[in-house]
């Protein structure tokens, strides 16, 4: 089975703290994927990198950056967090891009910004 | 403008009965369609993926319809059990993306004993 561990289930921060969420897949996945789910709003794309070293911005990606130096892993970094970005965030991964990429996701990481 | 609506945005439904969730969608061009489950406080867990030539297909009480003509899909829950209550959530995938998946809002569902 596909495992996509993320580093905090909840996670208290204060405005203006600089923020790593990381995310880890076992699989051997070419792509992996950051978003933040909201009530009302659905999931939406932060950032996906297809590659190590390679990112590509998803719909919201002002606010954030991202790394990924190892195939494995994959970091959302927050420069500066703001109460606006308290949200739930959820990592995924999936084998290429292709006619069945299905995307694997991780448990979450409940972010409040205080 | 969301290409993929879901409804009813939430459901009561007694143990033990059957429900339909729906998924409209206009995105295009289309790829696949999945139904995910989410726990309250989890991850999204695949229940099915259809192409647009499958027309149904079954995960143990779930099944998936997909009709490509006029872009509708729905997700029927048999029998249904308090471990069911969760949000179900549409996903398009469109052909010329690898990478870009179009998530609907979800259906949120609540079995009662």
């Known amino acids: 089975d596909v495992k996509v561990t993320q580093s905090s289930r909840y996670l208290v921060k204060r405005t203006g703290e600089k923020v790593f969420l990381e995310c880890v897949q076992d699989m051997d996945h070419e792509n992996m994927f950051w978003y933040r789910q909201d009530p009302g709003l659905g999931l939406r794309l932060i950032y996906f990198s297809y590659d190590v070293k390679m990112k590509e911005k998803g719909d919201i990606p002002e606010g954030y950056s991202v790394s990924r130096e190892k195939k494995e892993r994959f970091s959302l970094i927050l420069e500066s967090a703001s109460t606006n970005q308290t949200s739930m965030y959820l990592c995924a991964s999936s084998l290429s891009a292709g006619f069945y990429n299905e995307q694997f996701f991780g448990p979450g990481t409940r972010l409040t910004v205080l | ?113």
Not at chain 2, 94 to 106: D, E, I, R, T, V
């Open chain 2, 1 to 113: 403008k969301n290409q993929v609506e879901q409804s009813p945005q939430s459901l009561i439904i007694l143990e033990g009965k059957n429900c339909t969730l729906q998924c409209n969608y206009t995105v295009s061009p289309f790829s696949n369609l999945r139904w995910y489950k989410q726990d309250t406080g989890r991850g999204p867990v695949s229940l099915t993926i259809m192409t647009f030539s499958e027309n149904t297909k079954s995960n143990g009480r779930y099944t998936a319809t997909l009709d490509a003509d006029t872009k509708q899909s729905s997700l029927h829950i048999t029998a249904s059990q308090l471990s069911d209550s969760a949000s179900y959530i549409c996903v398009v995938s469109l052909s010329n993306s690898g990478y870009a998946l179009n998530f609907g809002k979800g259906t949120s569902l609540l079995v009662t004993p």
